[in-house]
């Protein structure tokens, strides 16, 4: 029998909204919904979404309506997601929900955008309702408003710590590799407010083993100590030992001085005598040239498997 009081509490923690599914958990069945509608209990709002009649339907509950009626992981986006984020300059509007490739659902009320990135898309809830990353977010609502506002709105995420700035590049460069374009207004920002500011070693790396993972490559060793130079006590800090493949991650910070420049050339002579294949990218090179960095780590472990096995 379908139970008015769990229907009632899980419409409470839902802006007043009935899925079929809770329902469903309730007891019930399509027809007890339909006969409730019949009779003015309750009112149809979308396919099988409805409302308890006579509870006022605010902002928060026409948004979460729509992300109800759409495909399994479906969520609130763009500048509805800047909304439930509440970031500066943001403003209530239609509905915007994101909803995977070629499942966009009929009769919703606000705008539908199809993605074939969710799984970049981070969700979380706010305010009870689901929503992309703050990440995403930002990304997303770049391409919705003027850059003022966009920079309004990252500044607000900025000084809540909500988001930093390795971050945002981290953000853009996964996306960029989906092939996303419209992240011109997104990459302004960052490349004028952020630029090649210096980036803690341990940050660049973290950021460099995230694009790998998602190229599918082997995880590698981290701070390889280097066997049969005891005496310079070498480290790389990425490395596929049984490949002899090394990366090293050039900052700023410790690279760009005369001690660090004489010193990283000896020392790549030294491993390379050794048989290491080394490879060394820097902060902008991660930020602009992510697809290049996994081609040629890609080749070079797949050089290196084959010389092996000849």
Known sequence: MLSDHQIATRARRQYGLLTLADITEAGGTRANASYRVRVGRWVRLRRGVYAIAGQPLGWEANLLADVLAGPEGTVASHRSAAQLWTLDGSRRGRP????????????????????????????????????????????????????????????????????????LYETLVRHSRRGRDGCGTFRALLDRRYGDRVVPDSVFERKVINLLADAGLAPPTLQHRVAGVAAHDIRLDLAWPEALVGVELQSKKYHLNSVSFDADKARLNRLRNLGWDMYEYTWRHYCDAADEIVEQLTTALARRSVSDSA
Request: without cysteine.
């Open 96 to 167: 915007e929900v994101s909803v995977p490739r070629h499942r966009r659902p009929t009769g919703l009320a606000g705008v539908v955008h199809e993605s074939t990135d969710m799984d970049l898309a981070a969700p979380t809830v706010r305010q009870g309702i689901p929503v992309t990353g703050i990440h995403r977010t930002l990304l997303d609502v770049s391409i919705r408003v003027s850059p003022e506002r966009f920079e309004q709105m990252a500044d607000d995420a900025l000084r809540r710590f909500l988001v930093q700035w390795p971050d």
